[in-house]
């Protein structure tokens, strides 16, 4: 089995905890924004003792950082927290298992930034299970106890948020993906790190400063939530990391394809934690889901 394959189960295991973390957070204290930072703040100390860590005992460098990296790394930090935004409040339009997937959209769009920007080939086999995907997600648009065709439910509030930010994370995984290959060829779990320590500390001050600024009242019930917060910084920082390695081993869409294995653990979390119902219709569109993964990994 490739090493992404198992790196990717284990990033979506992971971020599914941390949205449940946020999802309690964000209806209980913290605004969607607050919740937001309250992933950075707390895993910013964690991924810089890692990568300190990392240089003392392997005695490798930090590789050269060029402007190119940078602005992958802007980039990319700047839409996953535009991104993570729009789904801690989209959790407060649907569920919990339907809000991760309209998030899923980012599958099919990944792949075409990904063509777009780094030139990443997509198999024909693995578009097909790519779209498959889609069809799914668009089997969801429609809001519970809507009438009408599923089409003039694309602009409802919940399905905004849903596909924006699918559009924003798309383009943070390819620029963490493109981020990483500027580091040149040095061992992919160290470029991991190093993408990473870099780009939480852009999203810690750029949150930390927006905050300051607009909502101070904010930051100081990101304290005052610590101790449910820094599980949220914890298992952002494992789930971050997963996902930089398997950026930084396989094409970012494939690696977002796979991770639809979410989509099923976010399902028990919503039944068996958060009490919520799931109508049959979410069922069926969730299962068209699960058939495009396995699509996918048997086309690859």
């Known amino acids: 089995m490739s090493l992404w394959i198992p790196v990717t189960i284990a990033a979506a295991s992971f971020q599914t905890v941390r949205f449940m973390l946020q999802k309690s957070l964000s209806t209980v204290k913290l605004t969607a924004a607050g919740a937001t930072f309250a992933r950075f703040a707390y895993s ?9 860590v990392a240089l003392q005992v392997t005695g490798f460098s930090l590789p050269p950082l060029t402007a190119k ?12 927290i535009l991104a993570t935004i729009c789904v801690v409040a989209l959790f407060k339009q649907r569920n919990f298992a339907v809000g991760i997937t309209f998030k899923k959209t980012e599958v ?13 080939q997509v198999s024909a086999g693995a578009l097909v299970a790519i779209l498959l995907g889609l069809l799914a997600v668009l089997l969801l648009s429609k809001s519970p106890g809507g009438d009408g065709v599923w089409w003039k439910h694309l602009t409802n509030r919940a399905s905004r ?3 924006g930010s699918g559009v924003l994370f798309a383009f943070s995984s390819v620029t963490y ?26 999203q810690f001050l750029s949150m930390g400063i927006w905050l ?9 019930a990101v304290w005052q939530t610590r101790q449910t917060s820094v599980f949220v910084g914890l298992t952002s920082l494992c789930g971050s990391f997963c ?10 869409a494939y690696v977002k394809a796979l991770g639809q294995v979410e989509l099923l653990l976010s399902l028990f ?32």
């Open 108 to 120: 099919i769009q990944t792949a075409i930034v990904g063509f777009l920007v780094l030139g990443d």
């Open 69 to 80: 990296f940078f602005l992958f790394a802007v980039i990319g930090g700047t839409a996953q």
């Open 269 to 300: 979390a919503s039944l068996l934690f958060f009490r919520e119902s799931i109508t049959r219709r979410e069922i069926a569109g969730m299962t068209l889901l699960g058939v495009s993964i396995l699509a996918l990994v048997l086309a690859i």
């Open 177 to 202: 993906r493109g981020a990483s290959l500027e580091l040149g060829d040095i061992d992919a779990w160290f470029r991991a790190l190093v993408t990473l320590a870099v780009v939480v500390t852009f």
């Open 243 to 252: 996902w930089f390695l398997a950026f930084t081993l396989q094409n970012a």
């Open 212 to 220: 300051l600024w607009r909502d101070r009242a904010e930051l100081l």
């Open 161 to 163: 948020l849903g596909l």
């Open 44 to 52: 910013l100390p964690l991924a810089l003792l890692g990568l300190f």
